[in-house]
């Protein structure tokens, strides 16, 4: 470990911030608290005998809404929760068009929830308050816990989950070990379904938008046996055309050299960025008796949508790279200049003459000449998941104030992506993969009402067998081999959880959980049927392997086929919180919280001294916060503070460090190319969110959000620095400073309905997509607005609702991938332009 004293006067820096914001905080604060108090005294002399742990009302007229979590094992309102949490209910997201998990990031303060980079395929990238994971191999553990129903989701991959009939979301801040468990180190996003209450209600919605956007979503809740069995079935069905239009270059250039891939008379090859989804969903429930609630559930997905959205910025032949011509035309400039670049936002880098639109690739999904000399081919741009599970849930009451929950799930899928990273005629990289993940999870939760219910405890086991198959075809100049990795894992955990209520206002929370793991990494390497045997001129001779069953492989990737290796390791996690409800409406609390993400090993070697093992990450937080629903809940705020310290965090590379267990290899020999994790050192995160809902009148609804994150580094493993880490380098996708607005107003008519317009702000400031930051790899700050009209029949069974995104049309970069030292490109992933739709519902 390199310990260094430069972040001596960036702790005074965050501790005269932390000071200022402590001071405004407790500025809004006492206020606030004097005037719940007061609030109080008012409830009291009405209704003496109220008690201050009411349950949470749903909210009259004119008053904001209240929501009910499960974030501690139990039922409460989610202003008497002493985490921060922020709660989506499904109104605020048909209100907002939200239709995806990556959707709901812009109302969560420093909050990350993205589509993935080059190669992720149909993955979304997780990170809160900095903490998260890039990498979406299921091999590799996930910052941020993913669960749909309390049921865990162990990856990242294919979990970009629709927004279907939800009846809530829970977005959890900072660590939740105890809580969540597993890889929750971030936090948590748990999404909650609808359940089936037998009243025979439903509907039927249809959207069309821009890009030929068809959506069709329903739900029909059916009485099975009358206040015993229910069943509710979902489904939605959601298609659309890419925004990128991918171009065959030799047919927009007559006369150049480059060869067609048109399949057709036209010049268009596709789109990126479209999509194909057809989900299905049933639920049975089923209670037979008050003490005895079974929920059954089963759900199906077939995306079979486009590759990810992808251009070229940036191209300059680096040397090294073998593949950066074709029939002599050239990549790029010696200045990273390109014909294949139709729009550049660095400058004179776009020489294509046919086009100026930022929206245009001219990425083929082809090789036209593979290093191993075998025939050209090209692999399908998609971004495909196939597959479903199952779980089954019950709860039993042992007694007026004991039970016991029992959550038994299954879930396999296939998930089948490309990658065209060169994204040019040229074919420098194509990688195509076929994941296949499996998932077993068991947990049983005992919950306890103890002494009156001033104590409640929670104790329980968790329990998870997964496995992940990965087929794939690695084409990246001079490597060129199929790769079948296997990675089986388990995971035993025990928890728990108490709270005890000191007094009316004083509550102490403490939990522990103890987690142990396991997960093997099963490396397989073959070549290419019709591969050639000699030396190429791509670079290394591919030679008959005998490990690798006969075939030809590079010489360099052989030693890896028949590899393995192990990870094993334990971990306790702890949260320790104390709570005072000054008022029913006012709250303030304190928490240190602890997580951890598994370790394991790369994923990726590209030879055998890259099979490098990693430890697990570990964040210790401590937070602050206070809750209030103040002037008869028309006004809402909720505060949070925090800072954390973060050791041995795993980081990606592109340049492997020397390997202790071959120190006589030269590190030159094998460093590149590179795609690895490593555990980087220690950092500190710390920041603080404020969220505000109004409701000034009964009409008005007001909402804002404001986040604050300062995360670096505070020491650098030699590993890390030898990969191009330094202390001052900026965390991944972390944003100093993100926030929103939005204003809703209902209009009332007294014969046509209720009309309401809404509009949403979020900005974003810069961030950077990955380490070494780089000019080309800073994504600019930006603000999107977007706008929505709604009307709603009298009678409440007819809607119709306006959406417009990106309502100022920002072409704006969601990330970008500076791979100048590798393959002499820089690519960028631009998000949507504007897009308008229009959904008509109907209830019945």
């Known amino acids: 470990m390199i310990d260094t004293s430069r972040t001596l006067t960036s702790d005074k820096t965050w501790l005269l911030r932390s000071a200022a914001l402590t001071a405004f905080t407790t500025a809004l604060a006492m206020p606030l608290a004097t005037h719940a108090q007061s609030v109080q005294a008012d409830q009291s002399a009405q209704n003496p005998t109220e008690p201050a742990a009411a349950s949470a009302p749903a909210g009259t007229e004119g008053q904001i809404t209240e929501i009910v979590v499960t974030a501690q094992f139990r039922a409460q309102s989610v202003q008497r ?179 067609s891939f048109a399949t057709t008379s036209g010049c268009q090859l596709g789109t990126l960025g479209g999509k194909s989804v057809t989900a299905g969903r049933v639920q049975l429930r089923w209670t037979p008796t008050d003490a005895l609630e079974v929920n059954l559930a089963g759900d199906y997905i077939n995306d079979n949508s486009e590759g990810t959205p992808q251009t070229l910025l940036y191209a300059k032949n680096p040397g090294q790279t073998p593949k950066t011509s074709i029939n002599g035309v050239s990549l790029g400039t010696a200045s990273g200049a390109s014909q294949f670049i139709s729009y550049s936002p660095y400058g004179a880098y776009a020489l294509d003459v046919y086009s100026k639109s930022p929206y245009l690739s001219y990425a083929t999904f082809c090789d036209p000449s593979p290093s191993d000399q075998t025939a050209a081919y090209c692999a399908t741009p998609r971004s495909a998941t196939k597959g479903g599970g199952g779980s089954l849930t019950i709860d039993y009451k042992l007694g007026s104030d004991v039970s016991l929950k029992s959550i038994t799930a299954f879930r396999r899928q296939t998930m089948d992506y490309v990658d065209d990273s060169d994204t040019t005629p040229i074919g420098g990289a194509l990688l195509t993969n076929s994941l296949i993940y499996r998932e077993f999870t068991q947990e049983l939760r005992l919950n306890a009402a103890l002494f009156d219910n001033k104590v409640n405890v929670t104790l329980g086991g968790f329990y998870m067998d997964e496995k992940t198959n990965l087929n794939s075809r690695i084409d990246i100049p001079p490597f060129d081999f199929l790769g079948r990795d296997v990675v089986p894992a388990k995971t035993y955990a025990v928890f728990g959880n108490a709270d005890w209520k000191v007094t009316d206002k004083l509550q102490l929370i403490g939990g522990l959980r103890y987690s142990k793991q396991e997960k093997t990494f099963n490396f397989g390497r073959l070549g290419v049927p019709g591969s050639v045997a000699g030396f190429h001129p791509d670079g290394p001779p591919y030679f008959p392997c005998p490990q690798a069953g006969g075939t030809v492989v590079n010489v360099a990737v052989c030693p890896v086929n028949g590899l393995s290796g192990t990870f094993k390791g334990d971990n306790v996690d702890y949260r320790v919180a104390a709570q005072y409800q000054w008022a029913p409406t006012f709250m303030t609390y304190a928490s240190v919280a602890t997580g951890f993400k598994g370790g394991g090993v790369n994923p990726r070697p590209y030879n055998l001294y890259q099979v490098i093992p990693f430890d697990p990450e570990r964040l210790t937080s401590y937070e602050v916060g206070f809750k209030g629903d103040l002037f008869d809940r028309k006004l809402r705020v909720n505060a949070s503070l925090f800072y954390g310290k973060y050791s041995n965090l795993q980081l990606p590379v592109s340049s492997c460090p020397a390997n202790p267990a071959y120190p006589n290899v030269p590190l030159a020999s094998y460093a590149q190319p590179c795609s690895a994790l490593l555990n980087a050192g220690r950092a500190r995160t710390q920041g603080g969110e404020l969220e505000v809902t109004a409701r000034p009148t009964d009409k008005l609804t007001l909402q804002g959000t404001l986040g604050y994150l300062d995360i670096g580094f505070k020491s650098l493993q030699a590993s890390a620095l030898s990969a191009g880490t330094t202390l001052n380098s900026k965390f991944p996708l972390a944003s100093k400073w993100k926030s929103s607005a939005s204003a809703q107003y209902r209009i009332d008519t007294n014969s046509v309905g209720t009309i309401t317009p809404r509009i949403d702000m979020t900005y974003q400031s810069s961030f950077y997509t990955s380490i070494p930051n780089t000019t080309f790899n800073k994504v600019p700050g930006y603000t999107l607005l977007n706008a929505a009209v709604a009307w709603e029949a009298p009678d409440g069974k007819w809607m119709v609702t306006g959406n417009v995104m990106n309502l100022t049309n920002k072409l704006y970069y969601y990330a970008l991938l500076d791979a100048r030292a590798v393959n002499g490109l820089v690519t960028g992933f631009p998000a949507a332009p504007r897009q308008w739709r229009v959904t008509v519902k109907r209830s019945f």
């Open 81 to 259: 929760t002493p985490l921060a949490i922020t709660a989506l209910s499904a109104a605020t997201i048909a209100a907002q068009g939200l239709t995806n998990i990556s959707d709901i990031a812009a109302q969560a303060p420093n909050v990350v929830l993205q589509p993935a980079q080059a190669g992720g395929g149909p993955s979304v990238q997780s990170f809160i308050r900095g903490v998260g994971q890039v990498d979406s191999n299921p091999a590799v553990s996930p910052g941020v816990g993913t669960y749909i129903d309390d049921v865990y989701y162990g990856t990242i991959a294919g979990a970009n989950f629709d927004l279907v009939d939800l009846d809530r979301v829970e977005v959890l801040r900072g660590p939740q070990g105890t809580l969540a468990g597993q890889n929750s180190i971030g936090g948590a996003v748990k999404l909650y379904s609808k359940k089936p209450t037998g009243d025979g209600h439903g509907y039927v919605s249809l959207s069309y938008g821009r890009f030929n956007n068809v959506r069709v979503n329903a739900a029909a809740d059916i009485p099975l046996v009358r206040d015993k069995l229910f069943m509710r079935i979902t489904g939605v069905s959601d298609s659309k055309d890419g925004y990128v239009t991918r171009m065959d270059y030799a047919c927009t250039h007559p006369g150049t050299a480059v060869p």
